[in-house]
C-alpha cells in the first residue's frame, strides 16, 4: 500500500527544536500538495500546516504559526516539517498525508486528504 513515510519524532523538552521528515516518493505525491497534522490523546486529529506541489504556498494552523515551518524537497521526494520553540501541548502523533486534488490551500480538514502515514511521536517535556 502506498503510504508516506514519517521519521524524526522523538522527545525533548520545551524550548527545544525538532525537524520530522515525511518520505512521499512516487507519482502518487508528486504535484500534489502535503499537509501535516496530529493527534493528542484523546483529542481530534488536528491540521498543522500544508504546502503546495510547488512549495511555493505554505498555511499554517494559528497555533503554530511562528513555530513551525512546512518545506519540501521535490528532488527528493521529502516534506519536512521544522519545529522551534516546542511546548508540552506540542505533545502528540504527527502525520503527514496527502492533499486530495482541487482543494484549498487552507483546507484544515482531515477529509479533504487521502494518503496517510502511520505517524511518528512528539513528547515536550516541561
Known amino acids: 500500500q502506498v503510504q508516506p513515510v514519517e521519521s524524526g519524532g522523538g522527545l525533548v523538552q520545551a524550548e527545544d527544536s525538532l525537524r520530522l521528515s515525511c518520505a512521499a516518493s512516487?507519482?502518487?505525491?508528486?504535484?500534489?500538495?502535503m499537509g501535516w497534522f496530529r493527534q493528542a490523546p484523546g483529542k481530534e486529529r488536528e491540521f498543522v500546516a500544508r504546502?503546495?506541489?510547488?512549495?511555493?504556498?505554505?498555511y499554517y494552523a494559528d497555533s503554530v504559526k511562528g513555530r513551525f515551518t512546512i518545506s519540501r524537497d521535490g528532488a527528493k521526494s521529502m516534506v519536512y516539517l521544522q519545529m522551534n520553540s516546542l511546548k508540552p501541548e506540542d505533545t502528540a502523533v504527527y502525520y503527514c498525508?496527502?492533499?486530495?486534488?482541487?482543494?484549498?490551500?487552507?483546507?484544515?480538514?482531515?477529509?479533504?486528504?487521502?494518503?496517510w502515514g502511520q505517524g511518528t511521536q512528539v513528547t515536550v517535556s516541561s
Open positions: 504546502i503546495s506541489w510547488s512549495g511555493r504556498t505554505t
Open positions: 512516487g507519482r502518487t505525491f508528486s504535484y500534489y500538495a
Open positions: 498525508a496527502r492533499a486530495n486534488s482541487g482543494s484549498s490551500i487552507s483546507s484544515s480538514t482531515p477529509d479533504d486528504y487521502d494518503y
